[in-house]
């Protein structure tokens, strides 16, 4: 079975855990993307949901399968988000961002009584970090923000490459709220939640992809079927 079709199975897993009237978080990503599709069949056939999409990519797939969408500005909280993860880790603590969606989608996560994080099998890792950590930056004063990152990287016992994401013209990659991004080869990160802590208040970062405590369930899809992990 190929990558794409274990992502498919997870987000149609997921979609059993929505309930007519939810107020959903929808994710970003070629994962999410499928839960998109599977929810837009479900409600041209009648049920009842309401979506805040993560990125404007996932607006438009949304728009496209019929979700009828709404902001965070006009509910007070959103009943589940079911987004994807780059890496997810035995306490489903995640890294996110890949796609360049993480700001958004860390405030729709946060803003929801519950996180399904869904993903092929290939995304579980003993330790994060294998997977380039995306940092979200202002453009201005980028290499005071970069000394501020390395001088945490290294209270944080993590080193490695910090390179401003591209986009596929060559300029640098811009996110849907005109921000920029560093990814961080770091290789392994032996606490996630300290060096999330340590990055939080760097003046010139906006957010990054550590999500720690948000999900509280992972669907892995692999050949033997799916996996489902609860946070412990
Ligand atoms: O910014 C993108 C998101 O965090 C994605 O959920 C993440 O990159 C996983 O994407 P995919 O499902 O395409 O592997």
């Not at 399968?65 to 909280?77: E, V």
């Not at 961002?97 to 890792?125: F, H, N, P, Q, Y």
């Not at 950590?133 to 990152?149: D, K, S, Y």
């Not at 990814?183 to 003046?203: C, E, F, R, V």
């Amino acid at each position: 079975m190929t990558l794409d079709a274990l992502k498919r199975q997870a987000a149609a897993r997921a979609l059993e855990y929505v309930e007519d009237g939810m107020r959903l978080g929808l994710g970003t990503g070629s994962t999410a993307k499928h839960f998109v599709e599977l929810l837009g069949e479900r409600v041209r056939d009648g049920l009842k949901v309401v979506g805040v999409p993560t990125s404007e990519v996932t607006r438009a797939d949304a728009e496209r399968c019929g979700i009828p969408l709404t902001t965070l500005d006009d509910l007070d909280r959103l009943d589940l988000t079911v987004d994807g993860a780059d890496e997810i880790d035995p306490d489903l603590n995640l890294v996110k961002g890949g796609g360049g969606a993480l700001l958004r989608e860390k405030i729709v996560a946060a803003a929801s009584d519950r996180m399904i994080v869904i993903a092929d099998e290939t995304k579980w890792v003993a330790r994060l970090g294998r997977f380039p950590l995306p940092i979200e930056v202002i453009p201005f004063g980028l290499a005071a923000t970069r000394r501020a990152i390395t001088e945490v990287f290294a209270k944080a016992g993590v080193s490695g490459e910090l390179v401003i994401r591209k986009g596929p013209d060559g300029h640098a990659f811009v996110t849907d709220g005109g921000h920029w991004i560093f990814d961080a080869h770091l290789g392994q990160i032996p606490d996630a939640s300290y060096l999330a802590g340590l990055l939080n208040p760097i003046p010139g970062v906006v957010e990054h992809g550590l999500f720690i405590g948000l999900a509280g369930v992972a669907m892995l899809a692999g050949a033997q079927g799916i996996r489902i992990v609860e946070r412990r």
